[in-house]
């Protein structure tokens, strides 16, 4: 391609080829789709290499008592994550479904720095997840507690209120994913969504 372009001066026609390739090249059905391409590969090779240069997020809390036993848990053992959502705000049925998604790809992507094992183990059940209900803040923090107390990792999402509810509202907990029974024995008594 250099040579082309040492060249170009010689020969008024590469020259002009030269122009017409590279207005082509940077047209955005062409340009936007390699921008795209881009910052996916380098996204994969970000996540490929663990805890590099991050910063620990305080959003996800793992029980100090249990840590290592979901980490290093049995292989066969079946796991579970639990959504957990707040009634008293009464939101839509589609914001219901944002703020789960908020959450279970919130406590993901926390795992996916520290718990990479366990976040495998739950994929290779299906990454089960039920969705239940709390009657308010309180419940909720109770079941936070509760999660954290026996090792489960939680994660709690703030909404941001642009929408239906106040800024900073806790709408969603996200018990898990961990040991079936585990999660059974915090959320177990909580009524289905």
């Not at 082309?4 to 936007?32: C, D, I, M, Y």
């Not at 996540?47 to 066969?76: A, C, E, F, H, Y």
Request: hydrophobic share 35%.
């Amino acid at each position: 391609m250099f040579a082309s372009f040492r060249n170009a001066s010689q020969h008024p026609n590469k020259q002009k080829q030269e122009r017409e390739w590279l207005s082509v090249s940077f047209k955005p059905e062409n340009f936007v789709p390699g921008v795209v391409i881009g910052f996916i590969l380098g996204l994969l090779l970000d996540l490929s290499q663990p805890g590099k240069g991050r910063s620990k997020k305080n959003s996800i809390s793992v029980g100090k008592v249990q840590q290592r036993s979901l980490v290093t848990s049995n292989g066969d053992e079946e796991l579970k994550m639990v959504l957990v959502v707040r009634r008293d705000l009464k939101m839509t049925t589609g914001k219901i479904a944002s703020q789960c998604a908020h959450a279970a790809t919130g406590v993901y992507a926390e795992l996916m720095q520290s718990h990479r094992s366990l976040l495998r183990q739950w994929e290779q059940y299906g990454q089960p997840k039920i969705v239940v209900t709390c009657k308010n803040q309180q419940e909720m923090n109770k079941l936070k507690e509760a999660a954290e107390g026996i090792g489960l990792p939680t994660f709690v999402v703030a909404d941001a209120g642009r929408t239906q509810v106040v800024s900073g509202s806790k709408t969603v907990l996200a018990v898990g994913p961990g040991p079936k029974e585990s999660v059974d024995s915090v959320t177990g008594k909580q009524a289905l969504l």
